[in-house]
């Protein structure tokens, strides 16, 4: 990486909404450790996803600020935040290209080898080796050829060849099967070590691993603590 960061990130009275007007966050705070693990529970439409998309910089705050090793972060560069922060989201989309070029996504440095011990690593190494081109199959526009567990473990692939300070993950829910599910669960355990993440998470071995569990309710924080306090 070209700057190294601590991975602090901070949300300090973040305020937003989406264009169709409604708030979702209002007066927002969290503090996040450099190396923790926060897990973020709470029923359909609390606004975890919401919490995730402003962190990752998909949106930005409507008022407040998100700071990272205390600077906001819109006074960095995108390729700044591209390079320390890695996402995998709960609707994964890929480039239109093959699985090696997504994977790799504009990392010109990595070999071959760094490509497919990634894929390993995430447990997405056997099927792309069974699909009729392996890495250089085709994901079609958005990534439409694959399952999203499929797309999600690409992603993964991805942030893990670019091993960032911050690591988001937004658990595909209905959409996934378990037997994709398990090695998700499985490689989400080799990816948190050493990073500081943000996880979404439904399954209950997934929260359990989380340094801090937050329940979000409407937008706000109602309880927090780790797996034993809740
Ligand atoms: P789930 O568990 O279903 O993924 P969530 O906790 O991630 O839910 P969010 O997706 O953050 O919830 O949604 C929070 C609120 O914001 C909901 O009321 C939702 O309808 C609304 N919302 C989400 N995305 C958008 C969008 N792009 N435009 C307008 N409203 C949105
Ligand atoms: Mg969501």
Redesign the pocket.
């Known amino acids: 990486n070209w700057v190294d960061i601590e991975g602090n990130i901070t949300f300090k009275n973040v305020s937003f909404s989406?264009k169709?007007g409604e708030k979702?966050l209002e007066d927002f705070n969290l503090e996040v450790n450099k190396g923790e693990t926060i897990a973020l529970v709470?029923e359909?439409?609390?606004?975890?996803?919401?919490i995730i998309n402003l962190a990752c910089r998909f949106y930005e705050p409507t008022k407040g600020e998100i700071l990272i090793d205390g600077v906001d972060y819109r006074k960095r560069s995108l390729l700044w935040l591209q390079s320390n922060l890695g996402y995998v989201l709960?609707s994964p989309q890929l480039f239109s290209g093959t699985i090696k070029e997504n994977i790799l996504y504009g990392n010109l440095d990595a070999s071959d080898l760094d490509i497919i011990r990634a894929a390993k690593l995430v447990n997405a190494h056997d099927f792309i080796k069974n699909m009729e081109k392996g890495y250089d199959t085709e994901v079609g526009e958005g990534g439409s050829k694959l399952s999203t567990g499929e797309k999600q473990l690409i992603s993964f692939a991805r942030a893990v060849l670019a091993n960032p300070k911050i690591f988001v993950l937004d658990e595909a829910t209905s959409s996934i099967d378990t037997e994709a599910e398990k090695i998700i669960q499985d490689a989400i355990g080799k990816v948190l070590k050493g990073r500081t993440s943000f996880i979404i998470a439904h399954r209950l071995s997934t929260i359990k691993s989380a340094d801090k569990i937050l329940v979000?309710k409407n937008g706000k924080i109602v309880e927090q603590g780790n797996h034993k306090d809740l």
Do not use: E, L, P
């Not at 359909?44 to 919401?50: L, N, V």
């Open positions: 989406y169709t979702i709470g359909t439409g609390s606004g975890k996803s919401t709960q979000i």
